[in-house]
């Protein structure tokens, strides 16, 4: 089992949304089957075959849900530095060949979100920018190819 890193935000997000799963949603669903059954014979019943996919699919997503809350750990946000790129830091970038200047704060997994700008550790380019200090530039192997990304700020 894999260790999570995240912020005390983040794990209370996912833990509301595991909470709605099970109290929300696996009842709903629970009831649709129970609608179904009701309605006769199993083996020509779409409904129930729909009912009984979904909740299959649900039970699979609160099981991967507990695996990531049972191995988080939480990070202090307050102990973090901006002397080089890490996790929970906001780093802004310049591709040095198209000169575009790009801003993503590099989050856990489970955070990630790239139309608010919030880039996943586990990508290659945050994987490349890991470590690196303002002014230093970092190759990062996409699967476009190669890109180079100097460093040009490091915040919160």
């Given at each position: 089992?894999?260790?999570?890193?995240?912020?005390?935000?983040?794990?209370?997000?996912?833990?509301?949304?595991?909470?709605?799963?099970?109290?929300?949603?696996?009842?709903?669903?629970?009831?649709?089957?129970?609608e179904?059954?009701?309605?006769?014979?199993?083996?020509?019943n779409?409904?129930?075959?729909?009912?009984?996919?979904?909740?299959?699919?649900?039970?699979?997503?609160?099981?991967?849900?507990?695996?990531?809350?049972?191995?988080?750990?939480?990070?202090?946000?307050t102990?973090?530095s901006?002397?080089e790129?890490?996790?929970?830091?906001?780093?802004?970038?310049?591709?040095?060949?198209?000169?575009?200047?790009?801003?993503?704060l590099?989050?856990?997994?489970?955070?990630?979100?790239?139309?608010?700008?919030?880039?996943?550790?586990?990508t290659p380019?945050?994987?490349?920018?890991l470590?690196?200090k303002?002014?230093?530039?970092?190759?990062?192997?996409?699967?476009?190819?190669?890109?180079?990304?100097e460093?040009?700020?490091?915040?919160?």
């Open positions: 089992m894999a260790v999570t890193y995240m912020t005390a935000e983040g794990y209370k997000k996912l833990v509301d949304e595991l909470n709605e799963m099970e109290n929300v949603q696996r009842p709903a669903i629970s009831k649709q089957i129970a179904a059954r009701d309605k006769g014979d199993l083996s020509e779409a409904e129930y075959d729909a009912a009984k996919e979904a909740q299959g699919m649900l039970e699979m997503k609160i099981a991967q849900l507990k695996d990531i809350i049972g191995s988080a750990r939480m990070i202090d946000e102990k973090i901006t002397d790129v890490q996790i929970l830091t906001r780093v802004k970038i310049k591709n040095t060949k198209s000169g575009q200047v790009m801003s993503y590099i989050v856990s997994e489970s955070e990630a979100n790239f139309k608010e700008g919030k880039l996943s550790v586990t380019i945050a994987k490349g920018l470590g690196k303002v002014g230093e530039k970092a190759t990062v192997i996409v699967p476009s190819g190669s890109m180079e990304f460093v040009m700020e490091i915040g919160l």
